[in-house]
């Protein structure tokens, strides 16, 4: 298993996840190669019963709650920072309009409670299968799926309606 291509494959999917989770560019980038680190270190144990795109971010979730662990710390920091841009060219009043509900989902997305927030981020933004999700979290599917289904009719009610399942 080179690391140097999973590196290459993986790494920009990885990042994106983390940060979802940590809302800190620097620690999110520090936490991906920590992925890929802990990857390299412990590449005997992958059996491949599982993507290797599921095994790194099984590793980069442990990696992200070890982090908060340490902090002392279980809390998710909001996703979206002002001083962040949105990477899409728009005209000036729908760029604005774009950057206002991109803001008013990652808010409405740090104020579930985290096991939504991970089903929601794993499922509905990074597009994990069920099953797949259920190995990265350790959960079994029924839970998966109920907290995806709670965790989307709660980000409608904060969203005022606005989000689909």
């Known amino acids: 298993m080179p690391i140097a291509r999973m590196y290459e494959e993986y ?3 990885m990042y994106q996840f ?3 989770l940590v809302g800190d560019e620097e620690l999110a980038k520090g936490l991906t190669q920590e992925t890929f680190v ?3 270190k412990n590449h005997a144990s992958f059996r491949r019963d599982a993507s ?4 790194l971010t099984k590793i980069a979730r442990n990696l992200v709650y070890d982090h908060f662990k340490r902090k002392k710390v279980l809390k998710f920091i909001p996703f979206l920072q002002e001083h962040e841009q949105i990477e899409v060219t728009y ?3 729908k760029w604005l309009q ?4 991109h803001y008013r989902l990652y808010e409405a997305l740090g104020k579930l409670p985290h096991h939504y927030r991970e089903a929601i981020v794993l499922r509905k933004i990074e597009g994990f299968s069920i099953k797949e999700s259920a190995e990265i979290l350790g959960w079994n599917e029924a839970k998966v799926r ?3 289904e709670r965790g989307v009719k709660k980000l409608s009610e904060l969203l005022g309606g606005d989000a689909d399942a």
């Not at 290797?52 to 095994?55: G, V």
């Open 98 to 101: 774009a950057k206002d509900e």
């Open 91 to 93: 005209v000036p009043e």
């Open 18 to 20: 983390i940060y979802f």
């Open 146 to 148: 109920n907290s995806l």
């Open 11 to 13: 790494s920009e999917a």
């Open 38 to 40: 802990e990857a390299w």
């Open 52 to 55: 290797e795109k599921t095994w």
